[in-house]
């Protein structure tokens, strides 16, 4: 069976996903102040895989690859594919990380996409029994 042919290379691919994430770190959104002006506030994104290639990348009018094809490259055998779906990973992954980090946003994500987890600092402390006029007493 042959594969369908994918109308963007791999070298365009990671290009578009910079642009990408300069949108991502350039986002703004409109909030509203206490004299009634609405001011424009930065707001950056969370990259992800699946916004960018069937969102993203066909509103920009640009051919774009499904995930099964982003998936079969990076599972291939074509290092050129594995090596941009790998630093197109790592680019988003950075960003998310940074924006989880920095501005507390997108704590789920973090823990499903990324797998952070939350540590918790447990104490364990032994009480040893004293002895008052012949009594224990904890």
């Not at 994500?109 to 012949?134: C, H, S, Y």
Request: aromatic share 8%; net charge neutral; glycine share 4%.
């Amino acid at each position: 069976m042959a594969t369908p042919k994918t109308k963007i290379s791999a070298s365009e691919l990671e290009e578009l996903s910079y642009i990408y994430v300069d949108e991502c770190l350039e986002n703004k959104r409109e909030n509203p102040t206490a004299s009634g002006k609405v001011v424009l506030i930065k707001d950056r994104h969370i990259p992800t895989i699946d916004y960018f290639l069937r969102i993203w990348i066909p509103k920009k009018h640009k051919h774009t690859i499904c995930r099964t094809t982003y998936y079969n490259w990076l599972n291939g055998s074509n290092e050129e594919k594995l090596n941009t779906i790998k630093n197109i990973e790592g680019l988003f992954n950075s960003l998310a990380v940074d924006i989880v980090a920095n501005e507390g946003k997108g704590i789920f994500f973090a823990k499903n996409k990324l797998n952070m987890t939350d540590r918790q600092q447990i104490e364990q402390v032994e009480f040893k029994p004293i002895q008052i006029l012949g009594m224990e007493i904890l």
